[in-house]
C-alpha cells in the first residue's frame, strides 16, 4: 500500500490480504497473519486545515472498536494503538506516512490468535464469533469513513472524547514500556489534546511514579497491570 500511494492511489482504496508472509507491526515486530485473519490497510491524503495526522490511529481505532462491539461483548481501546477483547489483545494499527499519504495499517485476529509470552491475546472465534475477513472488510470501511469525516469536520477533540468513552477505565494501573528502555508504572489519567497518554502516581504500584510525578507520554508499549 505504501508503494501504491507513492504511486498516487487515491484516499479510500484499500488492501486486503488473505495471508502475510511479512506482516509487521508496531517497531518493526512481526505480525501473525494467517488465512482467515483480517490484513488490511487504507490511505487517507492529508489536506490543508485537517487536524495533525497522529489522530489517524484515534479514527482507525474507533471504526474498529465500533465493528468489533456489534460482534461481541467486551471490547475496549488501550493506548496507543491496541484493541482488547475481556483484557486479551484482538487487533492492533500502524500508521505510516509517506509524503502527503498515511496508510493506516489494521490486523484483527477473527479466526485465529498467536500464543506471546508477555501479553494475553484472543481472537473473535476464540469466543465463538465467526466473521469473514471480507464482511469484517467492508464494515471497517464504512465505520473508518465516518470517522475519518468526522475528524475532519469536528477535530481531533470529537474523536479523542468518544475513544477515551471506549477505552478501559480512568484510573486502570498501567506499565508503559518506554523507547530508552526504561519501563513505569502508575494510574491510567486519560489523554491530553493531542492524544498523549497521561499516568499519575499509585503508592502500590512498584517501579511507580513518584507522588507528584504525573508522566504524560507520546511513544511506548502500555500493559494493563
Known amino acids: 500500500m505504501l508503494a501504491l500511494a507513492r504511486d498516487g492511489a487515491g484516499e479510500g482504496w484499500w488492501l486486503r490480504a488473505e495471508q502475510q508472509d511479512g506482516g509487521r507491526g508496531r517497531q518493526g515486530r512481526a505480525w501473525m497473519s494467517p488465512t482467515g485473519n483480517f490484513h488490511g490497510s487504507t490511505i487517507v491524503r492529508l489536506r490543508a486545515g485537517d487536524p495533525p495526522p497522529t489522530g489517524l490511529g484515534f479514527v482507525a481505532a474507533m471504526a474498529l472498536v465500533e465493528v468489533v462491539a456489534s460482534l461481541v461483548p467486551g471490547a475496549s481501546l488501550k493506548w496507543p494503538n491496541d484493541l482488547l477483547l475481556d483484557g486479551a489483545k484482538l487487533s492492533g494499527i500502524l500508521l505510516e506516512r509517506i509524503d502527503d499519504a498515511v496508510v493506516v495499517g489494521v490486523g484483527v485476529n477473527l479466526a485465529h490468535h498467536p500464543d506471546l509470552p508477555d501479553r494475553r491475546t484472543t481472537s473473535l472465534a476464540a469466543h465463538g464469533v465467526t466473521v469473514s475477513a471480507e464482511v469484517f472488510a467492508e464494515r471497517l470501511a464504512d465505520g473508518f469513513a465516518r470517522w475519518l469525516q468526522r475528524w475532519r469536520g469536528e477535530g481531533f ?25 526504561s519501563a513505569v508504572q502508575g494510574l ?5 489534546a493531542d492524544g498523549a497518554l497521561n499516568l499519575r502516581p499509585s503508592r502500590s504500584l512498584g517501579r511507580a511514579l513518584a507522588e507528584g510525578g504525573r508522566r504524560v507520554i507520546h511513544a511506548g508499549d502500555v500493559f494493563l497491570v
Not at 163 to 169: F, G, I, K, V
Not at 188 to 192: I, R, T, V, W
Open 157 to 181: 477533540e470529537a474523536v479523542r472524547a468518544a475513544w477515551l468513552a471506549r477505552a478501559h477505565p480512568i484510573g486502570t494501573a498501567l506499565s508503559a514500556h518506554l523507547p530508552d528502555g
Open 188 to 192: 491510567f489519567d486519560g489523554l491530553d
